[in-house]
């Protein structure tokens, strides 16, 4: 099963990522550089594999540049505290 395929394992696949780019001393700031970037590949180069996913593509594609950063920072806090490493 792919990650993408259940949204609540997406989420955690995410907050692990995140802990370990944390704990390697990434910056917020290129945390959240990173989760703009996979946002963008997502939405452009995969096919949504549940309704949250369909939900966020959208958003994405109807949201300016600013709006697609506010996205991605939004999908890091809500990951930020559910990793189980």
């Known amino acids: 099963m792919s990650v993408l ?8 696949f995410l907050a692990n990522r995140l802990q370990q780019a944390q704990s ?3 910056s917020q700031q290129t945390i959240n550089n990173m989760a703009y970037e996979v946002g ?6 995969t096919d949504a594999k549940n309704n949250e996913e369909a939900v966020l593509r959208e958003l ?8 697609r ?4 920072n939004a999908m890091v806090k809500l990951v930020q505290n559910q990793g189980t490493q």
């Open 24 to 26: 390697e001393g990434m």
């Open 40 to 45: 963008d590949y997502l939405a452009k180069s």
């Open 69 to 72: 950063h506010a996205l991605a």
């Open 60 to 67: 994405w594609n109807a949201a300016s540049n600013d709006e």
């Open 5 to 12: 395929d259940n949204f609540d394992t997406w989420k955690d």
